[in-house]
Structures are given as C-alpha cells and as structure tokens.
C-alpha cells in the first residue's frame, strides 16, 4: 500500500515536471495528480487483463508501449492534461527511467 503512494506521487510529479520540458505535453500540477491517477485506474485494469501472459523477454517494451497508451487515454479524459502520442512515448520513458532509479517498494 505504501509503495503504491509512493509510486503515485512520484508519477503525479514526474508528470508535471516531464510535461513543463517535453514538447507535446502539458499539464497544471493538479491536472498532473489527476492524471496519475487515472494512469494508476487504467494501468491496474491493464495488468488485471494482460496478467503474466507477456513473456519476460518483451515484459520491458510492452511496458513501455502500453505506459505511453496509458498516458495517452488519461490525457483524454482528464482536464488539465494533454499530450500528443510522441509527448506519451517521451513520459512513458521518463517515467520509466525514474521507476529504474526512485524505489516504490518497502522491502
């Protein structure tokens, strides 16, 4: 429970900092924690659908594709955030490359 806030506020964060310096994005920090959440809404029903169907060798690039998906779908429906598709693939990686480094889970 405690790695899913955490993980949500960093999103929220990386959102809007990511959508102040990626052409193609953008977002009011308000619009960013809305955002996140229906990325965290929309990602949970992915991964509930898609499961452990995806072999461990395109775990990565189906991560990144179906983030940047996310992204794009949240955009949609959330006011305060926009993005292009090529602004969704430039989040998603930033998003990506921070998971790498900020831990989301209490071990």
């Not at 060798?57 to 949609?76: C, D, M, P, T």
């Not at 959330?78 to 993005?83: L, N």
Request: hydrophobic share 65%; charged share 5%.
């Amino acid at each position: 429970m405690i790695g899913a806030l955490v993980r949500f506020v960093v999103s929220a964060i990386v959102l809007w900092f990511t959508a102040m310096i990626i052409p193609g994005a953008s977002a009011s920090l308000i619009g960013a924690f809305f955002a996140a959440l229906a990325i965290a809404a929309i990602g949970w029903i992915a991964e509930s659908l898609l499961g452990d169907r995806v072999s461990r060798q395109n775990r990565g690039f189906v991560g990144f594709v179906s983030a940047a998906i996310v992204i794009w779908l949240a955009a949609q429906i959330v006011p305060g955030f926009s993005v292009s598709i090529v602004g969704a693939l430039l989040v998603s990686f930033v998003i990506g490359l921070v998971d790498m480094v900020v831990p989301t889970t209490i071990r």
